[in-house]
């Protein structure tokens, strides 16, 4: 189950990783992803405009605890609500629910307050002209496990 609310997941995100070309006066954010320290090697990063901010949703890879949106696929200035998302394997190999074909089974680490599912995550943040770096350090909701 957690699997397909993986997949499901990132197809939601897939769409919103940007159009360039649309006349809108972008600009580009990077930064560092971490969760309880350690960089997140491999997840997504998803930047929603709050109310006021006019620019589609903008979402990028998370690559070795690092991101880089460029400018032609940026947001624009203004406050958006950052949601992540990031996975790693159990150990146990399960068959991929549309294909069959034997799998890493995969966990979500992030807690649910970061990850803007369903439009909720407690990350915000301002973009500004010019350069921007925004950093996040997650922290395990360790109340739950």
Do not use: W
């Given at each position: 189950m957690?699997?397909?609310?993986?997949?499901?997941?990132?197809?939601?995100?897939?769409?919103?990783?940007?159009?360039g070309g649309?006349?809108?006066?972008?600009?580009s954010v990077n930064g560092?992803v971490?969760?309880?320290?350690k960089?997140?090697?491999s997840g997504f990063?998803?930047f929603?405009?709050e109310?006021g901010t006019?620019?589609?949703?903008?979402?990028?890879?998370?690559?070795g605890g690092?991101?880089?949106?460029?400018?032609?696929?940026?947001?624009?200035?203004?406050s958006?609500?950052?949601g992540?998302?990031a996975?790693?394997?159990t150990g146990?190999?399960?068959k991929?629910p549309?294909t069959?074909?034997?799998?890493d089974?995969?966990?979500?680490?992030?807690p649910?307050?970061?990850?803007g599912?369903?439009g909720?995550?407690?990350?915000?943040?301002?973009i500004e002209?010019g350069?921007?770096?925004r950093?996040?350090?997650?922290?395990?909701?360790k109340?739950?496990?």
């Amino acid at each position: 189950m957690k699997i397909l609310l993986f997949f499901v997941t990132i197809l939601i995100f897939l769409p919103f990783t940007g159009c360039g070309g649309d006349g809108l006066n972008r600009t580009s954010v990077n930064g560092k992803v971490t969760f309880d320290g350690k960089p997140i090697e491999s997840g997504f990063i998803m930047f929603k405009p709050e109310p006021g901010t006019q620019c589609p949703d903008i979402g990028g890879q998370i690559k070795g605890g690092t991101y880089h949106i460029p400018q032609k696929d940026g947001p624009v200035t203004g406050s958006y609500t950052v949601g992540i998302m990031a996975s790693v394997p159990t150990g146990k190999k399960i068959k991929a629910p549309i294909t069959g074909i034997e799998t890493d089974e995969m966990v979500q680490i992030i807690p649910p307050q970061y990850t803007g599912i369903m439009g909720k995550s407690s990350l915000t943040t301002n973009i500004e002209k010019g350069k921007n770096e925004r950093n996040f350090d997650i922290v395990s909701d360790k109340e739950n496990r």
